[in-house]
């Protein structure tokens, strides 16, 4: 597309924003139709974008969050209606500003008129304050501007749109019924957004980093969840690469750089994890810790943070050497890094002997278990592979999958919100299919049954979207992470029971699709499930419903589950 | 329960909380289990209170948002986690600001010690700051109180329900993890919570208004729907009963006043109903406007707005007497006018003609249609039942119900969230089932198939309460009400088509519940359902699915189509 063809004088306001979110890389746009939005709808089909329409609006943020994680520019489109919708979706915003998704969230609003007259429309509180749910947005979004003068409408947008570019955190536009086809001024489409370029603030750090560099003795880099955000995937790999050094990730930023290269173990667990990869950390005299994000849950419980008189930490505006820190380095400081970087130089260091123990088996006749069920699953992922694991046992399970090539893993990591995965698994596997065009793309969602009952009606859109899914769903009849942490027999931890069976009938499937659904109990069972035609090459939404015990836990939460039966006891 | 059985020195946080619940009348709460609340939810079975475990939070608000208004104090309880839990939620709370309903809205919060140190635990932004989801909160809550000091939380959590109670609008509780067994002291109990008294600000209203109503000549009666949240129903049945005079309610009062009386008219409809209802109101003299609510949606678009000069208007907390406004006149205002009333003095009147025109019913080989669909269903109603119309045709067809004595009717008023009836449904009807202490009590849900796939996950919740429940599901093939405002061929106004007959199976019915779902395209196949004994006299939740055509609307809704459909031809 040249600046010639995008230089008409004047364009509507709904055709700049969606001009400028297909020059952003986005090409499906989710959400719910509301009266405060219908007009801006009819402008999607025209712009070329898919709309993805979802069942409720906090799916579609879900979903919209999934999207941005895979798509190249790390943005997504979320459109909903004032009030009711906006309000609905304000959780999945909140997970989406926490963990670092660029949500662009187009909200449908009553007519200039209508606000400034303080008529007291649907969708308001009836107080004729228009303003509330901006008010409310602003805590959980990192920009927010209204769209009711179209002298400055495009740099509105354009200040929206590279604060997502820039920061990978939603943005909250309010777009009023009567501007979606408002004229504006067109010119500034000519120049494609990117993120601005660094003032390269970084420089004297850049000198310091090489020289830790040079003469550290036992390095190690770390590569946290926030390397998405920064958009330095390449780089970290690049960087994983050309040292050699041990590489380790947090559990956040676990599939974020290929596991299978020789020098890369997997996710750091600190002293849940084997004894020689804690000693090699704690004796460590440089660690490359890149993105960091220290939530509890990111980092077992604060043990896992790197010490910071051996660190240097990338941060999205920041690099932190020891307890120095340079301000304004920008998203290039990578980059420079890499350029700068005298090759010869490099220390060649080993880490902890890499034990590979082959994959035993469980029997046939064994119930399918916690301490089992990953690694048996885990030899079904192919390259590319997209992986979700609920937040729950299945989050838990998941962080042991050795995971290919170019496949990605999403995991809980701080916000934790239950219900999230099964829509996020709909966003990403659009997003992958629209970013490699690739109609096959596919996603395996591990989720368990409590959580399942919190979104479940997505899995209709992702029948309807006809995409290569396969969906795992846990039976441990309710909550079994709470009962790990409280309330082991109570019953506020049960949930009503599921005939999980007959969701792909009841949701839509066609007359052929709706018989993908399978069960197992044993690992035999599971086995012959897993080599089905229609598991192993099959298209579209398949469901294998996996029965586990009550109480099944591993790990972190067995431990909880331990001491809380100690408790009893007592 | 005496005074002195609740005297024990101190008692914990918890069961003060619920203890005053029990003292208000709330017998069930609703919720989602998350690991800042269960130590909470421990307490719930031993103070007697009965735990409704919802699918998600926004459904549990949806459902406790039913529940007060139904219950006899106006309040109901919600409990949720902090951040992923309350944010879910907070679009339920903002429908109970709006329509008035007294959510008392419980968030179990991180413990003291976390938040005091800005430890970043999962569930916050990841920032530091937990004041976000309060502040949020704060827009649409009538009070917040955080429950960290216990020298203070027993006058707290007093004065938090007690606005609740006055203002019939929720209210915000954080509870932190570590304050649910700490020891407060329990002398306050002894004293339930009421409205507190009101100061007799409202003595010169008084007099003025029984002058006006001794005066009248042309009175008239109109009953909107904030009679709820004022809590005089009762008074208002006796006003409308010991004046004769006519009477009418808004879209928002109906089923607050007993259809059945013979100076009832119906819903007010302005210009688009009987001709000598407008002229009636058009030249009447006086209009005792009880509780009003003035959306467009409640109005007709503000039409039906009684003229200021001949009204006088009871609310919450003033009595406006032409452009006059007295204000602490108090709840009590209603109840000392009819002490006050002299009947002999109260003029009779007659109002337009009460026409009942004899119930044709359509024929049997008819296809149902919106125009002749609710009166059919109509015929199945009984007295004490509740009956639901969710936002869209729905609702507007309910507007034409003849209700029968003693039952209500819930259709939307302002907030008009799609997706709330359903979960409403629950919350009613576990509401009456708590009051009547009958197990049976029954409630009609009538929703269109797109506002169920918004919530439709909490028909397994109703299942598992084992409520009477008949569910009629329009499948109109979409959101038929968006088609009428705008993008009638739309796609965006398509869903994916789900096979609702598998509805009961699916979320869980016991085998022979499982086989009450039911399917009618004619009138001669809705009558025969109609005419089942299981639908007649059954239990439990039953589900009949009628079919109508994708843009089959009536009233206001014809004309909005009628208009796009004329447009489109220019």
């Not at 500003?97 to 008129?113: I, L, M, N, Y």
């Not at 909550?479 to 029971?497: F, L, M, S, V």
């Amino acid at each position: 597309m040249t600046a010639s063809s995008l230089s008409p004088q004047t364009t509507k306001v709904a055709e700049y924003l969606f001009l400028r979110f297909r020059q952003l890389g986005i090409e499906s746009v989710f959400g719910v139709p509301g009266d405060y939005n219908l007009r801006l709808l009819d402008f999607l089909e025209p712009a070329g974008l898919h709309w993805v329409g979802n069942c409720n609006e906090l799916n579609a943020a879900y979903a919209a969050d999934g999207y941005a994680r895979v798509n190249g520019n790390g943005l997504s489109a979320l459109i909903t209606t004032y009030g009711v919708g906006e309000l609905s979706a304000i959780n999945g915003i909140a997970g989406a500003f926490t963990e670092k998704a660029g949500v662009v969230h187009v909200v449908g609003t009553p007519s200039r008129s209508l606000q400034r007259d303080r008529t007291l429309v649907h969708h308001t509180l009836a107080d004729g304050d228009y303003r509330h749910f901006a008010a409310m947005a602003s805590h959980v979004t990192k920009a927010q501007t209204n769209l009711t003068d179209p002298r400055t409408i495009p740099e509105q947008i354009d200040w929206a749109l590279e604060q997502a570019l820039i920061y990978s955190q939603p943005v909250y536009i309010e777009l009023p019924d009567d501007v979606v086809d408002v004229a504006v001024l067109a010119a500034r489409l000519a120049n494609p957004l990117s993120i601005p370029a660094s003032p390269r603030g970084g420089d004297g750090a850049l000198t310091e980093v090489l020289e830790h560099i040079y003469d550290s003795q036992r390095p190690l880099i770390l590569v946290d969840g926030e390397s998405r955000p920064l958009r330095i995937i390449d780089q970290v790999e690049e960087l994983v690469n050309i040292t050699g050094w041990p590489t380790w990730t947090s559990i956040f930023g676990k599939g974020l750089v290929n596991e299978s290269m020789p020098n890369v173990y997997g996710h750091y667990r600190g002293s849940l994890g084997p004894k020689d990869w804690e000693s090699y950390f704690e004796s460590a005299d440089l660690i490359i810790n890149l993105g960091p994000h220290y939530s509890d849950t990111n980092t077992y419980t604060f043990t896992t943070i790197p010490r910071e008189a051996v660190s240097i930490s990338l941060s999205l505006d920041t690099v932190k050497i020891g307890a120095k820190v340079y301000h304004d380095v920008g998203n290039g400081f990578l980059t420079q890094l890499l350029q700068s970087l005298d090759k010869t130089r490099i220390p060649k260091v080993g880490g902890p002997p890499k034990t590979t123990t082959p994959y035993v088996g469980p029997k046939a006749d064994e119930a399918i278990a916690q301490a089992s069920f990953y690694a048996f699953v885990n030899q079904i992922f192919r390259e590319n592979d997209l992986i979700l694991t609920e937040t729950g046992t299945a989050g838990h399970g998941g962080r042991q999958f050795k995971l290919p090539p170019r496949s990605r893993l999403f995991g809980p990591a701080t916000w934790l919100s239950i219900g999230y995965m099964l829509p996020a698994t709909l966003g990403v596997t659009v997003a992958k299919r629209d970013l490699t065009k690739n109609s096959n793309a596919r996603a395996i969602l591990i989720i368990g049954d409590g959580s399942l009952q919190m979104s479940a009606q997505e899995i209709s859109t992702i029948i309807r979207e006809k995409l290569n899914v396969i969906m795992f769903i846990i039976n441990n009849s309710g909550y079994t992470i709470e009962r790990a942490i409280h309330g082991r027999k109570q019953a506020y931890n049960d949930i009503a029971p599921w005939r999980h069976t007959k969701a792909l009938e009841f949701f839509g499937a066609e007359e052929g699709q709706a018989k993908n659904s399978f069960v197992a109990r044993t690992y035999g069972e599971l086995g012959r499930v897993l080599n089905d035609e229609r598991i192993r090459n099959g298209g579209g939404l398949r469901i294998v419903e996996v029965f586990m015990d009550q109480e099944d836990v591993q790990g972190a939460l067995l431990h909880l589950m331990e001491k809380q039966i100690a408790a009893e006891k007592q």
